[in-house]
């Protein structure tokens, strides 16, 4: 079977929604948190790195998951910077049945260490897409940059906006 190498922050998980729902949550709570507009940035970094695990799965990924399972062999790697971080990602890799690859951010600045030779990888980040030495590569992106990303994309690597539209180009839709 091909393995799919799926990026979890904002590929697999919501996380910049989450994190958009956090600071709305913290900028409502300042005083009853002591959060002043210095150290914001901080305290919104120590609430989710505490709490990952209310980073929620996307759920068009869920409605195409059992698809992907059944053609491919699904890898999740991604990189973690607490111990919480770490946890929540390994349990989703347990409860989905696949294997993780997790990568300590101070000690990676890329995915590269990571072979995915004969693979496909998704990631929203071009970087680690351009580093990686996948097959073939897909951009995850949100709908409104998918016409720019798609004008840029090259022979090895794709767009896809949803994960409906990425099972569509994967041949596990019809």
Request: proline share 1%; charged share 25%; glycine share 4%.
């Amino acid at each position: 079977m091909i393995k799919l190498f799926l990026d979890l922050d904002d590929v697999v998980l919501d996380t910049s929604k989450c994190i958009r729902e956090i600071g709305d949550y913290l900028n409502l709570h300042r005083e009853e948190f002591f959060i002043t507009k210095e150290n914001f940035h901080d305290a919104l970094s120590t609430y989710l790195l505490t709490n990952y695990h209310k980073v929620r799965v996307k759920q068009d990924f869920i409605d195409v998951f059992p698809l992907l399972q059944e053609k491919f062999d699904i890898v999740f790697v991604s990189f973690y910077i607490s111990e919480a971080e770490l946890a929540y990602k390994r349990s989703l890799a347990r409860k989905y049945g696949c294997e993780g690859v997790f990568l300590k951010h101070t000690e990676h600045k890329d995915k590269s260490s990571v072979d995915m030779t004969g693979g496909i990888f998704v990631d929203d980040t071009i970087d680690m897409l351009t580093s990686s030495n996948a097959g073939k590569k897909y951009h995850f992106c949100s709908p409104k940059k998918f016409i720019l990303y798609k004008a840029l994309k090259s022979a090895d690597t794709g767009v896809t906006y949803s994960w409906e539209n990425l099972a569509n180009q994967l041949g596990v839709l019809s």
